[in-house]
């Protein structure tokens, strides 16, 4: 057995190989091919930087498909065996163990972008020889010309051997003669060529300039003119030209006959068409792919007044589930079959389905009622996924999450309405899936900004956009400022001060939370030890840092915390940090065990938003905290007076059995001094809130516990 490749290089050459194998047979060119397999190996390169770069960009493939026509590679075999390669091989020789899925659908954009590369490239390659072939039109002609008027035997001899056909007709339309060339290229016999007038040689798709460019050369007001022509042969088949028809005048110059040359461009033609096709259409299903949506939509959108247009974004519910444990030829033939169903569905005129990628397609209406037609063809997408698909002797129930995006012609671009499309899919996916849901202009500025946030994290953290305010910790016995939590900002270039509220559920999705969390911690640790140097004689000053979920889990919390610890030269008793509740409900002894480690260290634990959760109370004593931090709810129905007596009797009860257990209370959202009173007789420890202070820069924490030292 052959080993695998061991390396990156190895396997991006065993993919070179592989690419140079399939296509080298047919390949017009005079390497050998171990040297194709070089002139590859950059290309093959160029596709594995594009298939795993961080910001993906399609471009890769066009410059591939442009390449492949450079080296040669014109066969109309030639480009399909090359993406069939990159197909089957370039995630598994390239993908170096990323994300399957994702990886997959870059290799098909890959490929689409390939097959555009590759029609534009051999497109300007053909205009070059047309370019060519014209220029050696005109020499014939004046060849010809010549011939005519110097000498009959020159004339024939031009005429006869000329590789590209060549016709003689009065300006009446009379055709006086054809060469061979030109005989083989219609099919049929010099007498029944002689026997029509140009005038009857018309076809349907005639560009409406190509008579009216006739009239005029006929009657002498043109020397020359140069159209793409079809033709009907004998056999009513269609003969594609790059056509040339010139002016022949006689000796006094007066107009005499017309010379017609003509190349065959009709498999070219056909070539063009294929890879069109296949630069614009889903291999796996034959739907439309992006490309062509595009179009399409483009076209729509820029339709007259009155047109209107609807979209539906379908994706998939579950799909990855049934891709994993059916295996990815079962995934396909389960897309295939909902593409068929899809395609069912919107048959009317001005109606397409188009596959996006992956499991993600759409279809669009255009016309002047699209309001109740899009609505229609969402519920018909629906039906038709209700009906199980049979997969390998497996019924698969398939469902889907569509959004809805209707309106005018002419006000959005192709990109923001897909934008808007996609956005409302993923609310109806957030809603359960199964459905559909209209696009809401609210709810896409809202999903608009939050992916504009998401993306400018990383640069914010790296530009020092984030700062941190504290919020004094009163001990509610004496009043005195016993610390403050630390509560992160984020002062945007746009959108001014953003709260946590705003931007830390991000930062946990994008997993930025951890460095984030770490430069808070450092920032709060430095902040603390600055108080301490500030604030001698009159007792330490604690502070609090948040954790979230994503930071339990990470490897590096105890030995980032212990080194910052040391680094700044604080007790470890100074510092406190905050949990929620609900990130410890259910939790086992290995995510515990990190807390356990800084408890021991002698940093306290506070479980914050206390009371909030569904925690079973006696997994109090399993967890290492020393502090519960009730949740403002509480506190809310002391603001009245008098107070709620069934608020009041839980947080009796709370602190009673924290301090049974030798927890300390801390109560967060107070507001007013009756609400610090009443806290005060129920026992809390110590509290938080706009009644001692707005959270403000450290300086003012300063100030506060200077105030408390001298009274």
């Not at 669009?364 to 997408?381: C, H």
């Not at 984030?466 to 001990?475: G, H, T």
Request: aromatic residues 6%; negative net charge.
């Amino acid at each position: 057995m052959t080993a695998e490749p061991d390396g990156p290089e190895d396997r991006l050459r065993r993919f070179a190989t592989i690419w140079s194998r399939a296509v080298f047979p047919v390949t017009s060119t005079s390497l050998t091919r171990p040297e194709f397999e070089e002139q590859l190996l950059p290309l093959a390169r160029r596709l594995s930087e594009a298939l795993r770069a961080r910001n993906f960009e399609a471009a890769a493939g066009r410059t591939v498909g442009a390449a492949l026509v450079a080296a040669h590679c014109t066969d109309p075999e030639a480009l399909s065996r090359a993406l069939d390669c990159v197909d089957a091989y370039l995630v598994l020789y390239c993908g170096e163990d990323g994300p399957g899925e994702a990886l997959r659908t870059r290799s098909a954009r890959l490929q689409h972008a390939m097959a555009a590369g590759y029609a534009e490239a051999l497109r300007e390659r053909t205009l070059a020889e047309q370019q060519a072939i014209s220029q050696a039109a005109l020499t014939a002609r004046s060849a010809v010309a010549e011939a005519l008027h110097d000498s009959e035997a020159r004339f024939r001899a031009v005429f006869e051997g000329a590789a590209i056909g060549i016709g003689i007709a009065d300006l009446d339309g009379n055709i006086l003669q054809v060469n061979g060339a030109l005989l083989r290229m219609f099919g049929g016999s010099e007498q029944s060529m002689r026997g029509r007038k140009v005038p009857e040689w018309t076809h349907p798709e005639d560009a409406p300039q190509v008579w009216r460019l006739y009239e005029e050369l006929v009657r002498g007001k043109r020397e020359h003119y140069h159209v793409e022509k079809a033709f009907y042969r004998p056999d009513g088949t269609a003969l594609w030209t790059n056509l040339t028809v010139s002016l022949l005048r006689d000796a006094d110059g007066e107009p005499q006959y017309q010379l017609a040359l003509m190349e065959d461009t009709t498999e070219r033609r056909l070539l063009n068409l294929r890879l069109r096709y296949e630069a614009t259409h889903d291999a796996l299903t034959g739907l439309p792919n992006r490309t062509l949506f595009f179009e399409r939509l483009e076209k729509a959108l820029a339709a007259g007044e009155g047109q209107r247009f609807g979209l539906c974004y379908l994706d998939l519910d579950g799909f990855k589930t049934i891709n994993d444990s059916l295996g990815h030829a079962a995934g396909d033939r389960l897309l295939v079959e909902v593409a068929d169903r899809l395609q069912s569905c919107a048959t009317a005129p001005g109606e397409m389905v188009a596959r996006l990628g992956g499991d993600e397609f759409v279809a669009l209406t255009t016309g002047p009622n699209t309001e109740r037609e899009v609505d229609e063809l969402a519920g018909r997408i629906m039906n038709a996924l209700v009906t199980p698909i049979s997969i390998d002797g497996r019924d698969l129930t398939v469902r889907g999450s569509v959004g809805i995006v209707e309106g005018p012609a002419g006000e959005r671009g192709a990109a923001e309405v897909l934008r808007s499309a996609d956005i409302t899919m993923y609310r109806a996916k957030a809603a359960g899936g199964n459905r559909f849901e209209l696009a809401d202009p609210e709810a896409d500025a809202r999903a608009i900004t939050r992916n504009g946030l998401t993306t400018a994290l990383p640069a914010a953290l790296d530009r020092g956009e984030f700062f941190i305010e504290y919020q004094p910790l009163v001990n509610l016995g004496d009043g005195s400022v016993r610390g403050a939590e630390a509560l992160v900002r984020w002062l945007h270039p746009q959108h001014g001060v953003l709260g946590p509220d705003r931007f830390i559920p991000l930062a946990e999705h994008t997993g930025l939370i951890v460095p984030l969390g770490r430069w808070v911690l450092e920032q709060s640790v430095r902040q603390a030890r600055t108080w301490q140097e500030r604030h001698s004689g009159t007792g330490p000053l604690r502070v609090n840092v948040n954790l979230s979920p994503c930071q339990l889990t990470h490897p590096g919390l105890v030995q980032d915390t212990v080194d910052i610890l040391e680094r700044e030269g604080l007790d470890a008793q100074a510092l406190c940090l905050e949990v929620t509740e609900s990130a410890l409900i259910g939790a086992d002894d290995d995510l515990l065990k990190p807390l356990r480690r800084l408890a021991e260290m002698g940093v306290d634990i506070a479980l914050d938003d206390f009371g909030t959760g569904y925690s079973n109370l006696a997994n109090l004593r399993r967890l290492p905290v020393s502090i519960l931090k009730l949740d403002r709810s509480f506190t809310r129905g002391m603001q009245q007076f008098p107070a709620d007596p069934v608020d009041l009797k839980i947080v009796e009860g709370i602190v009673s059995l924290a301090h049974s257990l030798g927890l300390a209370v801390t109560v967060e959202g107070v507001e007013t001094g009756a609400q610090a009173e009443q806290l005060r007789i129920l026992g809390c420890d110590t509290a938080q809130g706009w009644y001692y202070a707005r959270p403000g820069p450290p300086e003012r924490l300063h100030e506060l516990a200077l105030v408390d030292a001298v009274g």
